[in-house]
């Protein structure tokens, strides 16, 4: 639990989270907020069984690990040339294979979990796109009014929002 509040307060000082998270306590030079937002997670996360935070896990890592298959696919069609440090048996149809696969041992999975874990498994992965979207959206606005240093409710911010 503890290396966990440590969490929320680095990704407030790389501007993923808001910035009163990364905070330190003057005092014992500890992250008050960030331990204080930990503990409520965990907290909430009590109110699971073992047995359903296992699951929402497994859809977790079953996201990543379809994502890793994935870039496999994708380097191999953008950089063909590439040195690697390893080759993939079966040429082509080896490489279909090793993304094919697995992709539908995972969709049979969480066809067959239970329909608790279903749903908490798929707001878990809803969850990422749009944690992404926000932190892209607030990035770009930040850019764009350091860029421009036109406040949002101008005409001339308007015309150039339009453009994008």
């Known amino acids: ?17 808001h910035q009163g998270l990364a905070k330190v306590s003057a005092r014992f030079g500890t ?10 997670f965990c ?15 497994a859809w977790t890592r079953m996201a990543t690990s379809f994502l890793t298959l994935l870039s496999f ?23 279909v294979g090793i993304v094919v696969l697995p ?16 749903l908490w498994g798929m707001l878990n992965l809803v969850s990422g796109p749009v944690a992404f979207l926000w932190v892209w959206m607030r990035r770009r606005s930040r850019l764009e009014e350091q860029a421009g240093g036109f406040p949002r409710d101008s005409c001339r911010y308007r015309e150039r929002r339009a453009l994008f």
């Open 31 to 40: 992250p008050v907020r960030s331990i204080v937002l930990s503990t409520a």
């Open 1 to 17: 639990m503890l290396s966990v509040t440590r969490v929320p307060l680095t990704m407030a000082e790389d501007g993923y989270l």
């Open 103 to 118: 992709t539908l041992l995972f969709v049979w999975a969480m066809i067959n979990s239970d329909p608790a874990s279903r």
């Open 43 to 57: 907290a909430i996360l009590a109110l699971f069984s073992v047995t359903q935070l296992i699951a929402v896990y």
């Open 73 to 95: 696919w994708a380097l191999r069609r953008k950089f063909p040339d590439l040195p690697r440090s390893f080759r993939a048996p079966g040429g082509t149809l080896g490489a």
